[in-house]
């Protein structure tokens, strides 16, 4: 089954960058949507991003379109997502999710995550 693990997160001052991973193991990531997803305390997990299983078509949340930018690497089962011009209201627990495709259904779990932080 497929399997994926973030990393990548930090604490970056406003106006900084990060980029963080979405490695798979299991199987090979090219059969899979994958979704970026972001949860800061005491709001609801919400989508960030998603990219369709050739790469050809992504898509993002209105509140970070200009400034992220969502890829993979299929040969390396590794999704990426370049965060840059970061904001404080960036601060959250960001997500990765395997989907059957970008508007459909989670195919995985929810890992762990990796936070992010971004303050001065």
């Known amino acids: 089954q497929l399997q994926l693990a973030e990393s990548g997160g930090g604490l970056v001052q406003p106006g900084g960058s990060l980029r963080l991973s979405c490695a798979a193991s299991g199987s090979t990531l090219d059969y899979y949507a994958i979704g970026w997803f972001r949860q800061a305390p005491g709001k609801e997990r919400e989508g960030v991003s998603c990219?369709?299983?050739?790469?050809?078509?992504?898509n993002y949340a209105d509140s970070v379109k200009g400034r992220f930018t969502i890829s993979r690497d299929n040969a390396k089962n590794t999704v990426y997502l370049q965060m840059n011009s970061l904001k404080p209201d960036d601060t959250a627990a960001y997500y990765c999710a395997g989907l059957y495709y970008c508007s459909g259904p989670r195919f995985t779990q929810w890992g762990q995550g990796t936070q992010v932080t971004v303050s001065s």
């Open positions: 990219i369709n299983r050739s790469g050809g078509s992504t």
